[in-house]
């Protein structure tokens, strides 16, 4: 009998030669751009088992090069996976801030960074036969979340992310809210004072600057830089930080449930840095929740704790491309 030992395992001829002719797995690359990170996550097909996730430095040159460097950044790992002998690149799916155009396959609208992204037509630059599904970040988190996270199997769902701004989006009835130009989801530019001054978007008294880590230096008269001194102050005592502390979840339960009126969802997701740094913020916004919500027939949305943390939008991308009809 001819055959070689393989991990303990001793191989007749013919396994051999089966296992030379093994064909390389089916898989779908999830990509999500960030300003100062690239996240990748690369799952098998058609089970959706997470192979590996990986990142890289964005690079973001600053000036309209015609090639950015993290472009090439990105395509260089695809241009990996695709050689790489155990893997079929089928499907790619990218994330990215900023307004994708309808037929998700690229950023449309995307001023003031990662300059080169707008217009950048990725299934093009790839050069590969492969379709690239380009879709919001903010929204890749939302269906990462209904895939896998918090809202599994959820229908309509609402997120909103807490950091440096607000972001968001909007699953309605088994789909994307994206509106006439890819607006839709952008849950930071909403009113609660029309006497405010007027934000990046040109909305009085957003939610953004209420909550948004951006403006708490100015809006606590220079006592805290952001959301992790804040959380510091709070474990203190200190009443600065306390009245600070109120404020920001009156404002943002009074925000969510006229949300929740508007979308009526099944649940409602909160992520970003202030979940992340502060692990009592559901418990503590959820009073005010009781306090502000019309619950007919008593009928109340969950407000939960996104799940999937940094991986979100690089998980979301890959469903994306796997589930278009979701776009």
């Known amino acids: 009998m001819v055959g070689r030992l393989v991990k303990g395992r001793f191989l007749v001829f013919n396994e051999i030669t089966d296992l030379k002719k093994m064909k390389p797995a089916d898989v779908v690359l999830g990509i999500d751009l960030g300003g100062t990170e690239i996240k990748f996550s690369?799952?098998?097909?058609?089970s959706m088992e997470l192979l590996k996730s990986w990142k890289k430095l964005t690079m973001d040159c600053g000036d309209a090069e015609a090639e950015p460097e993290f472009a090439r950044t990105i395509r260089d790992e695809v241009y990996g996976i695709?050689?790489?002998q155990n893997y079929c690149l089928q499907k790619i799916g990218l994330a990215a801030p900023g307004l994708p155009d309808k037929n998700n396959q690229f950023i449309e609208?995307?001023?003031g960074r990662l300059h080169g992204l707008e217009k950048l037509q990725w299934s093009g630059f790839f050069d590969l036969g492969i379709d690239v599904k380009v879709v919001n970040d903010g929204q890749a988190a939302l269906l990462a979340e209904i895939w896998k996270g918090a809202a599994v199997g959820s229908k309509n769902a609402v997120m909103m992310s807490i950091g440096t701004g607000v972001g968001g989006a909007i699953f309605s009835d088994g789909r994307l809210l994206k509106?006439?130009?890819?607006r839709a989801g952008h849950l930071g530019h909403v009113s609660i004072d029309y006497r405010g001054k007027q934000d990046i978007c040109n909305t009085p008294g957003s939610i953004e600057d209420a909550?948004?880590?951006?403006?708490?230096?100015e809006r606590s008269y220079n006592r805290f830089s952001d959301f992790h001194?804040?959380?510091?102050?709070?474990k203190s005592g200190d009443p600065a930080a306390q009245l600070i502390w109120e404020n920001m979840l009156?404002?943002?339960?009074?925000?969510v449930v006229s949300i929740i009126n508007i979308i009526d969802p099944e649940v409602f997701i909160l992520g970003g840095g202030i979940v992340r740094s502060n692990e009592t913020l559901v418990s503590e916004l959820q009073p005010w929740i009781n306090k502000f919500e019309w619950r007919p027939a008593n009928h109340s949305v969950p407000i939960v704790k996104a799940s999937l943390g940094p991986?979100?939008?690089?998980?979301?991308?890959?469903?994306?491309?796997?589930?278009?009809s979701v776009l």
């Open 179 to 182: 509106g006439q130009i890819g």
């Open 82 to 84: 695709k050689k790489h």
């Open 211 to 217: 909550v948004g880590q951006a403006t708490l230096y």
């Open 42 to 46: 690369l799952f098998s097909l058609p």
């Open 229 to 234: 001194s804040l959380s510091l102050g709070l």
């Open 250 to 255: 009156t404002s943002l339960a009074a925000n």
């Open 109 to 111: 609208f995307m001023p």
């Open 311 to 324: 991986d979100a939008g690089s998980y979301g991308a890959a469903y994306s491309a796997i589930n278009p």
